[in-house]
C-alpha cells in the first residue's frame, strides 16, 4: 500500500481507501462477506474507512463499527458525515449546531468509537449560515470529538467563504474535500483543485467508478447482468447511455493495451494526479476489494492520458477574451 498526506496536514491515508455507501448488510450472508472485504483491505494496508450516517439509516455506521472494533484504532482512520436526514424531525437534518452536535455522538455511539478522524459536511446548507456550522465543527475538535473536518460536493464559493469565516473566526481549519471525480465527471478540473491545492486541502473523491460505470460490468450491446446495481438504481441507469457505452469499449481496449481491467484503469487515473490524497471504493466482496487494490500497479503513460482527455474531448476551462 502507499499513502498520501491529506492536503497540508499531517495524517496520511492509504491511496485506496473503502467507502460504505452500497454495502449491503442486509442479511447475514452479505454482512459476512463486508467483514470479509473489510478486514481484507485493513490486511492489505487500507487504513481509510468511510461512512455516513445517512447510509442505510444508520446501519452501515452500526456495520462498519461492529467489524472495525476488532482491529487496533490508532491504525485506522474512520470518516462520518452529516447533513441527509436522520428521522423525522425538523432539526434531524442539515448543519445547524444542534444537528452536528446530536448527529456526532449518534456516529461516535454507532461506529463505537471515541472520536472520528474526519468529519464531513455530506451537502451545503443553505438555510444555515455558515459561521453556525464552521463553529460547531471547529468546537467539535476542541472536545476531541473529530481531529479534521472538511466538505463533500461544496463549490469552489462556498468554500472559499468558508475559508474567510474560518480566518476570521480563528477557527480551526478545513483539513479535507470529497467531491465525485471520474472519468466522465471531471468538473474539479475546472476549479476545485486549484482551491484545494491554494488552501491546503486534501482531496479524496468518491464514486471513482462512476456508479458502476467504469468497471466494464455494462458492455455495449449487451443485456445488464442480473443482480447488479442497474437494475434498481437510477444513477447508473441514467449514465448507460449509447454514447458512454461507446466510451467504455475504447477504455477497455486500453486497459487490455496495458495488461490490466478497466476498474484498475480508473482508480489508477484518479490517482494520477498528486492533489488527489486517496480515491474512495466500494466493495461487497474480498474479490472486488483485490482487484481494486490493483490499481496501485497500473501506470498509464502520457500517451493513454492523452488519448483519454481526446476521447472524452476534455479542455480545463479557460475563457478567451479578444
Known sequence: MKYRRLG???????????????????????????????????????NFFDCADAYSGGAAERFLGQVLKTLPRK???????????TGDGVNDRGLSRKHI???????????????????????????????????????????????YYGVSEWTPVQILEAQLIIQKLGLHPMSVVQPQYNM???????ELIDVC???GLGIV???????????????????????????YQDQIQALLTTSNLEKVEALVKMAADLNTDLASLALAWDLRDSHITSVITGASRPEQLQNNLR??????????????????????????IG
Open 75 to 85: 491504525e485506522l482512520i474512520i470518516s462520518s458525515k452529516v447533513y441527509f436526514p
Open 101 to 147: 452536535m446530536t448527529s456526532i455522538d449518534q456516529s461516535l455511539k454507532n461506529l463505537q468509537t471515541d472520536y472520528l478522524d474526519l468529519y464531513f459536511c455530506h451537502r451545503f446548507d443553505p438555510e444555515t449560515p455558515l459561521e453556525e456550522t464552521l463553529q460547531a465543527l471547529s468546537d467539535l475538535v476542541d472536545h476531541g470529538k473529530i481531529l
Open 295 to 320: 490499481a496501485l500497479t497500473v501506470s498509464i503513460p502520457e500517451d493513454y492520458l492523452q488519448q483519454i482527455d481526446a476521447l472524452f474531448n476534455f479542455k480545463k476551462f479557460k475563457r478567451q
Open 205 to 231: 473523491p468518491f464514486s471513482p467508478l462512476s456508479q458502476g460505470l467504469l468497471t466494464g460490468k455494462y458492455r455495449l450491446g449487451q443485456q445488464i447482468p442480473a443482480g447488479s446495481r442497474a437494475t
Open 184 to 190: 466522465f465527471d471531471r468538473y474539479i478540473e475546472h
Open 8 to 46: 497540508k496536514s499531517g495524517l496520511k491515508v492509504s491511496e485506496i481507501a473503502l467507502g460504505s455507501w452500497m454495502t449491503d448488510v442486509s442479511d447475514e450472508q452479505h454482512q459476512t462477506l463486508a467483514a470479509e472485504s473489510i478486514r481484507t483491505a485493513f490486511e492489505n494496508g487500507v
Open 197 to 199: 491545492d491554494h488552501l
